[in-house]
């Protein structure tokens, strides 16, 4: 297979320099970064399916999905960036869950799982007809009005568009995931709730920020503290920023 990609990319690169090479492997060995520019994150959806198989509490989901994030982050090569779906032709049509993530997931854990594809480091993939089912003839809500709030608001923020990100020095109760990315000397605090209740979640974090920061999704102001209480809607993705 890695050979198979490398003399794919040199033969594009022969008769076109702009190429971006990404190979559909499952394996998430580190290995295929040398011959592409981002690679297929199958694992994190691998996580997202089992959670949802096991029927994982929200608590688990959040505490999970940082703990991954995390490790991963420490075994990718510098510069490597992933592929972040929930969702593709395969997962869709024929295995795993076999249906469209809205119906696999319920809409308001589709959404904070986009959300989180979105705000996370690496390159958001959303399969074709996922924002609508419209488009496929099916039922449902549309996220097109969503999706295009927090892929507008990655496009403003530098912070979430190429920053690093950090899933250790935050933590949020009450199944709410955390993480903070900085860029270019600016700070965003991500919250994404995978609780089907609203909360009140404890927000903690090992860096003393504070001052009145701002929900860049609601527009609601927020007094943070190194640990302070925020209300979460059920499923709520908040990107607070100074």
């Keep these: 297979g890695l050979g198979m990609n490398r003399a794919i990319r040199e033969g594009y690169e022969r008769v076109q320099r702009e190429v971006v090479m990404l190979p559909e492997e499952y394996t998430g060995a580190n290995l295929f970064n040398r011959v592409a520019d981002l690679t297929y994150d199958a694992q994190f959806y691998f996580l997202q399916a089992d959670l949802l198989e096991r029927q994982a509490p929200p608590a688990e989901w959040a505490r999970v999905f940082q703990q991954f994030l995390h490790d991963q982050q420490q075994t990718l090569p510098p510069g490597a960036l992933k592929m972040r779906w929930i969702s593709n032709h395969d997962t869709v049509s024929w295995t795993f869950q076999k249906q469209r993530p809205a119906l696999a997931y319920g809409l308001g854990r589709m959404r904070a799982l986009l959300a989180l594809c979105a705000f996370i480091d690496g390159v958001p993939m959303l399969y074709q007809g996922d924002e609508d089912p419209a488009v496929y003839g099916g039922q449902g809500d549309s996220s097109v009005g969503f999706l295009a709030q927090i892929y507008g608001l990655r496009k403003q923020l530098p912070a979430l568009q190429e920053g690093p990100a950090d899933y250790a020095c935050a933590r949020a109760t009450d199944g709410v995931f955390a993480s903070v990315r900085k860029a270019q000397k600016q700070t965003a605090l991500v919250l994404i ?22 929900d860049r999704l609601s527009g609601e102001r927020v007094k943070v503290e190194q640990s302070f209480r925020l209300a979460m809607k059920p499923f709520q993705a908040r990107v607070l920023a100074p």
């Design 193 to 214: 709730s995978f609780n089907p209740a609203a909360v009140e979640s404890t927000v903690s974090l090992a860096t003393p920020f504070a001052g009145e920061w701002k």
